[in-house]
Each structure stands twice: as C-alpha cells, then as structure tokens.
C-alpha cells in the first residue's frame, strides 16, 4: 500500500541512530506518514554486520527503537520517548547494502507511558523483524538532565530529492 509523506522529522548532530556528524552513526532519515505510522529509512553498510552478509541485531534493535520511540514526536514535538521494555522477533536475516524501512507507531497511549510496535522490512517490503516496545515519556528537558537542550543540534535535513510516497506492506 502507497502512504504519502506528510513531513519530514529533524536528524541531529551525534544521535546514533540519526546523527549526521557522528561518524559512527546510522544517519537514519524519518518520515511521517498520513496513516500516523513513522518511516525510518537506512542502508546498511559492511561495518555493520555480524555474520557475513547480514546486519547485527544491535543495530537492527537500534533503528526498531528509535522509530518507535519518535512516533511519539508526531504529537508533540518536546516530547520523547525513553524506553522502558523491548521485545523483537527477528523473523529472517537482514541483509546490507539495501535500502531498508523500519515503520514503528503507537499502539496505547497513557498520561505516563505509551506503547508502540514497528517492523523492519527489505527493499521488496518482505517483513524482517518486528518489535514491541514501551516508552516512559520525557521532555526533553529532563532528558538533558539541567544541561542546556542545544537546539543548533537538533536540525531539519532538506532531502536533494523528497520522497513524496512510501509503498510498504500492509
């Protein structure tokens, strides 16, 4: 099924998952969609496998977390999501060197905490792992616990070429 991108959330300067100067980092793009899903996009790379040819599942877990996490931002941009409990099912392996999307959404919304799930699939939406989460929400200024949030560091990204539409399974 084909979901319009609505807009396109911020990357930061050193987040692991969507930090553009961490040269470590994943540097992850997120979208959201009309259907209130949040679409992660990232192609995985050599340096991060595990076995050969296939993706770690620390990194798979990562990109899973984060997207669920975020969802959470489609509401309430100083508002985030800290986790409290992950379980992931890796169904099949995950390769590198593809474009891959990971959706996550919420599932159950509280005054405290909330619930998401996501899935990671490949490049023909052939679901790869799923993942059930629960997030304790935090502004983010208890998250940067009395430090000044740096708002320099947390940056819209103009894609060269903006994606308008996503197909993903339904």
Avoid at 7 to 15: D, G, I, L, V
Avoid at 21 to 40: C, I, P
Avoid at 61 to 79: F, H, K, P, V, Y
Avoid at 97 to 105: C, M
Wanted: aromatic fraction near 10%; hydrophobic fraction near 35%; proline fraction near 4%.
């Amino acid at each position: 099924m084909t979901y319009k991108v609505v807009r396109k959330q911020n990357n930061s300067h050193m987040c692991f998952v969507c930090g553009l100067a961490n040269d470590a980092g994943l540097h992850t793009s997120f979208y959201e969609l009309e259907n209130k899903r949040l679409l992660a996009i990232f192609k995985g790379h050599e340096i991060h496998q595990s076995y050969p040819q296939r993706m770690h599942g620390g990194i798979v877990s990562a990109l899973l977390d984060e997207t669920i996490g975020r969802a959470i931002l489609m509401d309430n941009e100083n508002l985030w999501g800290v986790t409290i409990d992950m379980n992931i099912r890796f169904h099949k392996p995950v390769p590198l060197d593809q474009e891959l999307k990971v959706v996550g959404y919420i599932t159950n919304l509280r005054s405290r905490t909330f619930e998401g799930e996501g899935y990671l699939c490949d490049k023909n939406n052939q679901i790869l792992a799923t993942c059930k989460a629960k997030y304790i929400k935090q502004s983010v200024d208890t998250i940067v616990n009395g430090e000044k949030f740096v708002e320099e560091q947390w940056i819209y990204v103009e894609d060269e070429e903006p994606p308008l539409s996503f197909d993903l399974p339904q």
